[in-house]
């Protein structure tokens, strides 16, 4: 799996001084047509295989449009979940989310001065090299049509 799939600010052992107490604000960023390189893609797929089937499939079924103010709504994420603001696919979600607040150009939506990644535009530049695609993109290209197919049978 290529290197910049995990960068160092995102790993589980989180430096304990790191202001980022995972408030959730930059949730309202996780709008629809996120895109990704096909090892994301995978590594998304193995990964709703291997959650609880009624949790996925709750996520899936959600209506994605979100009323932000009374005029302004926006379409989130397939995977983000709507009612309980949260990923599911949080261990495998891809590059792009994971830079949040960790790079100049992707700053935390609340201001929180987050310790950058010193290598973040070389991360970046190696990314953009990368073909990328939504993941319903990918997933028709490989003739899956609707993404709950993806998700493990529900328990008798
Ligand atoms: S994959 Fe997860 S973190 Fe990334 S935009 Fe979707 S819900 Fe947000």
Redesign the pocket.
């Known amino acids: 799996m290529a290197d910049w799939n995990y960068p160092l600010a995102k790993r589980k052992r989180r430096n304990p001084r790191d202001p980022c107490d995972g408030c959730h604000e930059c949730?309202m960023?996780?709008?629809a047509g996120?895109q990704m390189a096909e090892d994301e893609f995978e590594r998304i797929v193995e990964y709703l295989q291997k959650c609880d089937p009624n949790e996925a499939r709750r996520v899936l079924e959600q209506s994605k449009t979100v009323q932000w103010f009374e005029d302004i709504s926006y379409e989130a994420?397939?995977?983000?979940d709507v009612t309980r603001r949260r990923?599911?696919?949080?261990p495998a979600?891809?590059l792009i989310?994971r830079l949040f607040g960790r790079v100049e150009w992707l700053p935390c939506p609340i201001g929180r001065k987050l310790p950058l990644l010193h290598n973040g535009i070389e991360l970046i530049q190696t990314y953009a090299r990368q073909r990328r695609a939504t993941f319903g993109e990918w997933c028709v290209e490989r003739g899956i049509f609707d993404p709950r197919n993806l998700i493990a049978a529900k328990p008798e």
């Open positions: 949730g960023r996780c709008t996120i994420c397939l995977f983000y990923c599911l696919v949080y979600r891809p989310c």
